[in-house]
């Protein structure tokens, strides 16, 4: 459609026939465009009226349009890049695809214990990126079907909040004003910057950057022992690398239980994979051909050397976009706060996933964005916070649920605690997968199930009966009598939850 750009107007929007005075005489109907004096060039500016607007397509943005749209809403959903957000297109799946390489070169560099004569001489790295963009892509394609299915209106652009009920999008064709009756702020996260110098030289990369590698690294520093740090270096020991983690804390994975990290620290480090605790970076160097990576641990300065430094240090919320303060919402420290229905200090406005801060986790996203889109449609959806499970795709598997001893104590509870080890489990020996344990924390007088920890093969597949177990205040009685199928790794719960009541049946 052509549009006036006479005397310096331009036509956006005019439900009613428009003419230029002084110009040739344009007899026309505008019905989605209005007209803007003292512009400089044509633009053009879509409106358009929906029940609710949603400014972020990933776990949190797209599961809560997906149920706007089953409760009858009308819905817009905003997305700068592709839909799926982080978890989709550079963490979750992406890095689990790869995972499995790993764990295919793992079980063949292991295949003389059962009995197979097979040897791997090298990974082919371009394959198996290549397989994972296909598993991304399939996935993506499925979830745009899903969205078109219930008519969402996915609209590809840079969206700013005018107000609570109006955002303005910038997409490559042209302008949309998009009315709504409530809006969801789902904006999610990206990787965390350090401040140290040399932190932004060509060979020092981000979680996105690692998934994109062209070739197996032969020496990787990997600066952070949480679970983004731990899954790469599981994934990169596995397929050929020498592997250093740097952690600043005493422990790797700070969040999980101490018990168990503890044991999947000797696991690694069994495996060939180095640790150096209390350590922090003061400076990254290039040296010839490598980057020196200067270490400060107990007082004394070292520097290792490596091909390519990964800094997994965290993610840093999207929330201090300048709209997103000017809009009025409170941030602090750095997530947008929200209350018990995930609305946000604005009315009309909420919020869900990454930026409200917490858990950084996908699973906890969907089930955020379910909860707010029915709050902001009028039901009453609140979550049990206690019941989200976590998982670390680790090799062997770290997954919880729930309080561990040390949060208990901290909140005053007395608990019970029982526990088993896999390498009394017949499946688990079997798999020739004899590493880790269950361990259950039971509330003392009533013998609730209050929290569970799991190291060990398929734990983050596992821990879905304890998830159950805590969201509905199941008693460890119920899982110990629960006749579980044998020989399977579930019975290490069943023996976990009969020890904590003293009554196991494999365990002396």
């Known amino acids: 459609m052509s549009l006036c750009t006479y005397s310096n107007i ?55 349009a997906i149920r706007a749209a089953q409760l009858g809403a009308s819905v817009a959903l905003i997305e700068e890049k592709d839909v799926g957000g982080t978890c989709l297109n550079r963490g979750c799946i992406p890095t689990k695809s790869l995972l499995r390489t790993a764990e295919v070169t793992y079980l063949i560099n292991k295949s003389q214990e059962l009995g197979l004569d097979v040897s791997l001489s090298a990974v082919n790295w371009e394959v198996a990126s290549s397989r994972k963009e296909r598993v ?5 394609m499925g979830l745009e079907y899903l969205l078109k299915y219930h008519h969402i209106e996915i609209i590809r652009g840079t969206g700013k909040i005018q107000n609570p009920h109006t955002i303005l999008i910038e997409t490559p064709q042209d302008q949309v004003k998009l009315n709504c009756n409530k809006l969801i702020i789902t904006t999610g996260s990206e990787p965390m910057e350090l401040n140290i110098p040399g932190i932004h030289l ?11 590698l062209a070739e197996v690294p032969k020496n990787i520093v990997i600066i952070g ?30 969040y999980e239980d101490q018990e168990i990290t503890a044991e999947l620290l000797k696991i690694m480090k069994r495996q060939g994979i180095g640790f150096k605790l209390n350590t922090s970076v003061s400076e990254i160097k290039e040296n010839e051909n490598a980057l020196e990576v200067h270490i400060e641990q107990k007082g004394k300065s070292k520097s290792l050397n490596a091909d390519k430094v990964l800094v997994a240090v965290g993610r840093k919320l999207n929330t201090v976009s300048e709209d997103i303060l000017s809009l009025g919402v409170q941030v602090e420290k750095g997530a947008i706060v929200v209350n018990k229905k995930m609305e946000t200090t604005i009315k009309d406005v909420y919020a869900a996933g990454d930026v409200i801060g917490g858990k950084l986790l996908a699973h906890l996203a969907f089930a955020e964005g379910r909860a707010t889109v029915q709050n902001a449609l009028g039901f009453d959806s609140q979550l049990n916070y206690d019941a989200v499970p976590a998982c670390v795709y680790s090799n062997p598997e770290v997954a919880s649920v729930g309080i561990n001893e040390a949060e208990a104590k901290s909140r005053g509870i007395e608990v019970k605690v029982g526990s088993f080890q896999f390498r009394n489990n017949g499946k688990a020996l079997c798999m020739a997968e ?8 039971v509330a003392k007088g009533t013998g609730v199930v209050l929290g569970a920890q799991i ?54």
């Not at 740090?229 to 790797?252: C, D, L, P, Q, Y």
């Open 225 to 254: 022992g949480g679970a983004v740090g731990i899954e790469f270096a599981s994934i990169f020991n596995s397929v050929g690398s020498k592997v250093t983690v740097i952690e600043t804390a005493e422990h790797i994975l700070p």
């Open 10 to 64: 331009v036509i956006r929007s005019c439900s009613s026939t428009f003419s230029c005075q002084g110009a040739p005489y344009c007899q026309r109907k505008w019905p989605y465009y209005f007209i803007v004096f003292g512009g400089d060039a044509m633009e053009e500016t879509k409106v358009i009226k929906k029940d609710i607007a949603i400014l972020g397509a990933g776990p949190a943005g797209y599961v809560a």
């Open 202 to 212: 060509g060979n020092v990369i981000n979680s996105d950057d690692a998934l994109e």
């Open 434 to 441: 004899r590493e880790g344990f269950v361990k259950v924390i």
């Open 136 to 140: 991304v892509k399939n996935l993506r």
């Open 455 to 508: 190291l060990g093969p398929h734990a983050t597949e596992m821990i879905s009966e304890m998830t159950l177990a805590v969201m509905l205040g199941v008693k460890a009685e119920v899982i110990a009598g629960m006749i579980h199928p044998h020989p399977t790794l579930s019975e290490a719960i069943m023996e976990a939850c009969g020890d904590a009541i003293g009554r196991p049946i494999h365990k002396a």
